[in-house]
C-alpha cells in the first residue's frame, strides 16, 4: 500500500514516518507540508538524514491519489475539514489524526473546537477509529482518536459497556508529556515552565470530552457528564490516566479483573496488568500498548484504572497505523509489534 | 533560641539548616547523624562550605539539652520514637518531623508503619503540628505533619470542618517528587527508573493515610475513608495534589471561593489562587506557601482543589520552623518569608 | 539604598526581587517592564503573591531617579544603550546586567552583536563589574559581566594573570542551563527540544566572547584567542565549565592549587575544592558562589578547571548585588549568603 | 542465527532484544541472568510483556552451544573473563560487551579494571569491534568497544590514521546519560543526585582511556596520551563527545570536512553533518548512528568534533549487532536501520 503524509513534520507526522518505514507492506509515497516546500525533510529534521531522503511536497489532491491509496492527516485542528474534501469526495480512504471529523454534531465542534465544522455529512460518514472497538471496518473516512480520548475510553469500556458503575461518578484525572502539546512555541512548552514543574490546564474544557462523552453516551446513555482534569509532567511523551469511578454494587477485586481481562483478551495491544502491579509511563513509549492496572477500594467503594499509552503511538501514529491495517486487511499487529524503549 | 538537628543529612535535615540559617531569632548549635561523625558537614555537603562548618555529632541528649532550648528530630520513622524519650521525659522541646508520634493509636502505628509504636502516654502528649489549625500552643512534643498530609488537610479543612461534602466522597490523587522519598537508594529511585517516567506506588497504602483520617474525623467523624492515590512524577522537590469531592448541596463557583477565602483569611502561607486560575508547582518551589486553586464542575457536581506545596518547606523544614514560632512566641512568618526559587 | 528594577519581568530582573527582599539595606521602590504596565507583578509572576505586591511601571528616568538611589537594568541586549543615558547623563547609579556596555571598543559590539553600540564615552566611562577584580570601586555606571564570562574569567584569571599558560592553549567547553537564553521562545527553548537533549550553539560566535577577551588581554596581552564552545543541557538552571589551558611548565597539581587558593583567599564567593574533587552543578544553585576544581594531567601537561556558577546568581542579579554592595559600602557578602538550595 | 544472550537483565542486554527482535536473520533462544532464574522476563520488566516470554535461565555452556549459533556476554567486567572461556576454547561465537576482552596487555586490564585479566591467550585472540574499522573478519571472539571509546574513537579516526594532528593535543570533552553506568544503586544514580545537575567523575581515570589509546597508538603510534573528561548529563540515553585537536598545517574548514566525507563514505552509520549544523543528542537516540559535526578555529588552530550517538545502541548493543551482522555474512545494516525516536 503506498501512503501520502499531509502535515509531516508535526510530532504525530514524524511519528508516522517511523512506524511506517517498518510496515512492510506500506510505502511511503510523499510527505506534505506547509513550510519548507521542496527541501528534503532531513534538513530540518537531521535525524531522518540517509534513511527518508523524500522532499516536502505542498498538496495536490489530484496527484496524491494518482500516486497512493491512502492519505493520513496530521495537521493540526481546523486544516483536514478544509483540505481533505476532495479526497473524502473521491471515496479515496483517509485517516485523519486530527479532531476534525471525531464529532458527530457540528454544533460540538463549533463550540469545543471554537472554528466551523465540516460539512455535516462529511462528519456522519467518518467512523471514529478507536481500534479496539471500531465497528465499520469498510469506512474509508476514519477519525483518529484523540490521545486523551484513547487512554480514557479504554479505561471505561468494559465497565461503561456492561453498565456497571454510577454514570455520574466518572473523574478522569490525566497527566501528559509535551509533545501531547504539538510544537507550537508558547510560554507554557517553554523549557523553564516545564521542567521542574507541573501544570494543570483546560480544566473541564479539553477538546477531548466531547468526543470520550460522545462514545460513553453510544456505551451507555445514562452518563450524563465527566469530571476531566489535564496536566502537563516534564516528559517528552506519554499520557498517565488515573480514573476513578463508584461501581453499582460492591465486588470483589478479582471480579473487576475478570471484567478487564474478558474484555481484552482477544487484543494485543491491550495489556492487562498482574493483580497489585500498576503499569509505569516508561513500560509503553515508543510501542502501541495501553497498559492497564487496576485497584478496587472497598472501604470507598471506588474502582481505580491505571492507564498508560504513548500518546503519539496509541494515542496518534499507531492508532492510525492500526486503522490503516484495517482499511487494508492485514493482520492489526502488522508493522506495530516494535517493543518499548525502555530504559 | 539555640537549637540541634538530629538526622541533619537527611533532606528535610538539610532543608532545616537552609532556612534555620536565615532565621533572626535562632542559632543552630549542634547537628547530628548516625554516619560520619566527627567530620565537618561540608566534606560530604559541599553546597555548605563556608557557610556552616560545624562538626557532625552522635545524639548526647544531656549534651543538646544543656547546649540548646529546641531539638529537631529530622529521622526517618522508627528512630525518634526511641531516640527522643529523654528529651520528652525531661520535658525538653521536640520537633519530631518523622511519623513516629503523630498517630495517637499505638495500633494503628504499629499497622501503617509495620514497627512497634511509641509510648501511648508520649502519642498522647503529643500535638499534631499542622500548623494553621495546631489548637495546643504550650505543647513540647509536636509531630510535624507528612507531606502529603499537609497538602490533602489543607485541601480538605474548610470543606470537611463546615461538612459541606458528602462524607465517603473524597478522593486524593496526589504526585510528588523524589525528595519525598528520601535518600535511601532503591531501583525506584535510580535516576533511569524516573527520568521521563510517571509511577504509581503504595495505593491506598501509603502511611500518611491514617494521620489524615484522624484529623478529618476530628472535623468530621462522619468520614469513613478516602481514596489515596500517591504518584512519583520525575522532580526533585514538590507535591500537586487534585482533590476530588461532592458537595452535600450544588452551590455556585463563588461559594466555594468564599468559602476558602476565608476559611484561610488569617493564614499568611495559604495563598487561594484568583478564580480561574490553578497553581503550578514551580511557583511555591522553595518557599513554605501552600497555594490552592479551586474548579466547580457544576455538570457533574464535583469540586476539585488543586494544592501546591514543597514537600521539603511547607511539608516538612519549613512548617516544623512554624512549630518553633509557635513555640518561642514568634511571630509565624518569622523567617519564612524566603521567596519561591524561580525560575 | 532604594532601588528601581528596569526589565523586572526577565529572570535576571526576578532573580534581583528574589534576592534584594532579603538584603538588609535595600528596598525595591520600583519595577518596570514594557508589558503589563499598570498590572500587579503577581497577578502574571503568582510565585510573588503577598510577597512583592507592587505595581509594573513604565519607565520615566526622572520619576525613578526622584524615589531611589540606584536603578538596574536587566534588559536584553540593545534596550540599556537608549534608555540608561539620562540616568548615567545625570550621574545617577546605573547597574547594567546587559551587554550594552560591557565592551570598549564600539566596533566590537556591533560586530558580535550586530547593533549599533552605546556613545563611546559611556563605554569608556562604565567599569567592568566582575566584582573580584573590580578595580574602580567610586564608578557609577557598572557593566555587569555575561554569566559565561563570570565562568570563564573566574577559572583563568589566576593563572593569566600570572602568566602562567601558553597564550593560545586556551579551549574553554561550557554548558548551561536553559534560564541563560532567557524567555524568548523559540524553537530551541520548547520543552521537547530541550529534555533529553543536549545542543552545541554558537560555537565561537557567542556575544561573551570579546568581553571574556578584553579582560584576559588586560591581564596578559600575548593571548590571542581562545576556542569557547557553548552547550545547552536539559536544567534550569547552572553553568557549568570545563577550561583546559597547557601550562608553560610542567608542575605539580599541588602547585595549581596553590595558586588558586591563595589568589582567591579574600573572596568569599569563591571556593577552590578539596584536592581530587570536582564541584557539582547542583551545589551553587540558588546561591552566589563559584566553586572551583582543578586536575592537572602530567601525561598530557593539560591543567583542567571545573566551574561551577548559578548564571541569574553569581552569573547575574547575584553579581550585581555585589556590585551594589561596592557602591554602597556595604560587606561584599551583605544579602547574599543565602545557602544553594540543595536538594 | 539463533542466539543467547547472558547478562540480559543489564539495559545493553535489554537492549539486545529490543534490536534483535526486529533482525530478521536472528532469533533469541535463551536468556541468562543471575537473578530470578526460572522466572519469564516480562514479569520484572512488564515492558516486554506479550513480546519477549522467555524464561530466564544460568549458564549452562553446553546447553547454550547446542541450541544457538552465537552468544552475547552483557555482563558487568569481570564476568565474561571467566564465564566465556568454555565458549571460547570450543571455537563458538562470542560477542562481549564487557571490558573483559578489549585490552591487549593482561597488565593494563589490572591496572584499569583492578581485576585480574583473562588468560593471554585469549586476550590476543580476541578482535576490537569497531565495526567501522574492523580488519579480521572471521574472527570468533570480538571485544565490543565501550561507548565513550566508540565516540571518541570515531571522532578520531580519519585524524590519526593519516597523522594530521599534533600527538600531544587531543582532549575530549564526552558527557554521557546515565544508562551508561548501568543498574548499579550508588547515590550518584539516585535522581535526587542527577536531575537538575551535572557531574564530572573519574578524570583521566575512567576505564575506556586504555582501550582508546591502545586503538589510537595502532593507527598513529606518535600519540603518548589524551586529556579524557568524563561527565553525567541529566538524560538516559545518549554520549555527546566533543573532541579538541591541533592540525599539524593550518588549513580550511573545507579541507577537514573532506577528511570526514571521504573516510566515511562507505559508512552508512557514520553521518557527517552539513557544514556549520552540528548534531543534537536527540537526533541519534534510539538508533545506531554516530552524528559527527566540525568546526575549525583558525584563530586558535583547534578543530573540534561534535559527536552524538546512543550509548546503548552504537555504543553497546547496535554495534553488537553489527558484529553479527560481519560474522553471519549480513549485510552491515541489516536489522539496524530504525529511525532514531524523535521527539
Redesign the interface.
Known amino acids: 500500500m503506498k501512503v501520502s503524509i499531509v502535515g509531516v513534520t508535526g510530532?504525530s507526522g514524524?511519528e508516522l514516518?517511523?512506524i511506517l518505514?517498518?510496515h512492510p507492506q506500506v510505502e511511503i509515497r510523499s510527505i506534505h507540508s506547509q513550510t519548507a516546500v521542496g527541501q528534503e525533510i532531513s534538513?530540518d529534521?537531521?535525524?531522518?538524514?540517509?534513511?527518508i531522503d523524500l522532499p516536502i511536497e505542498s498538496v495536490d489532491p489530484e496527484k496524491i491519489m494518482a500516486a497512493s491509496d491512502l492519505v493520513f492527516f496530521a495537521t493540526p485542528s481546523g486544516i483536514s475539514k478544509e483540505m481533505a474534501l476532495p479526497f473524502i469526495r473521491a471515496g479515496f480512504p483517509v485517516i485523519d489524526l486530527s479532531g476534525d471529523f471525531r464529532l458527530k454534531k457540528a454544533g460540538s465542534y463549533q463550540k469545543w473546537y471554537g472554528k466551523k465544522a465540516a460539512p455535516l455529512e462529511f462528519l456522519q460518514q467518518a467512523v471514529y477509529g478507536l481500534a479496539e472497538f471500531r465497528k465499520d471496518k469498510e469506512a474509508k473516512l476514519v477519525a483518529n482518536p484523540g490521545c486523551y480520548a484513547t487512554a480514557a475510553l479504554l479505561s471505561l469500556a468494559p465497565l461503561v459497556q456492561k453498565k456497571l458503575i454510577e454514570p455520574?461518578s466518572?473523574?478522569v484525572?490525566a497527566?501528559s508529556g509535551?509533545?501531547g502539546a504539538g510544537?507550537k512555541?508558547?510560554?507554557s512548552?517553554?523549557?523553564?515552565?516545564?521542567?521542574?514543574?507541573?501544570?494543570?490546564?483546560k480544566?473541564?474544557t479539553h477538546q477531548h470530552i466531547p468526543e470520550i462523552m460522545q462514545q460513553l453516551q453510544k456505551w451507555d446513555e445514562a452518563i450524563?457528564?465527566?469530571?476531566f482534569?489535564t496536566?502537563l509532567?516534564?516528559?517528552?511523551?506519554?499520557i498517565?490516566a488515573?480514573t476513578?469511578v463508584r461501581p453499582k454494587e460492591k465486588a470483589s477485586t478479582d471480579y473487576f479483573y475478570d471484567i478487564f481481562s474478558a474484555a481484552y483478551a482477544a487484543d494485543?495491544f491491550i495489556?492487562i496488568?498482574?493483580k497489585g502491579?500498576?503499569?509505569?509511563?516508561?513500560?509503553?513509549?515508543?510501542?502501541n500498548?495501553c497498559?492497564i492496572?487496576l485497584?478496587y477500594?472497598q472501604?470507598?467503594?471506588?474502582l481505580?484504572m491505571?492507564t498508560?499509552i504513548d500518546n503519539?503511538v496509541k494515542g496518534a501514529a499507531g492508532q492510525a497505523v492500526q486503522n490503516l491495517n484495517i482499511i487494508g486487511g492485514y493482520p492489526q499487529e502488522m508493522g506495530l509489534?516494535?517493543?518499548?524503549?525502555?530504559?
Open positions: 510530532y514524524l514516518v517511523r518505514r517498518q534538513v529534521y537531521p535525524h531522518l538524514k540517509g534513511l455520574d466518572i473523574i484525572d497527566k509535551l509533545s510544537k512555541l508558547s510560554s512548552s517553554h523549557f523553564i515552565e516545564v521542567n521542574e514543574n507541573m501544570t494543570l490546564y480544566m473541564n450524563p457528564a465527566l469530571q482534569s496536566s509532567i516534564p516528559v517528552s511523551r506519554g498517565f488515573t476513578y494485543p495489556r496488568q498482574e502491579h500498576y503499569p509505569v509511563l516508561k513500560q509503553v513509549i515508543g510501542s500498548f497498559d492496572g485497584a477500594n472501604a470507598t467503594n471506588i481505580t491505571v498508560v503519539l509489534r516494535m517493543l518499548p524503549v525502555y530504559p
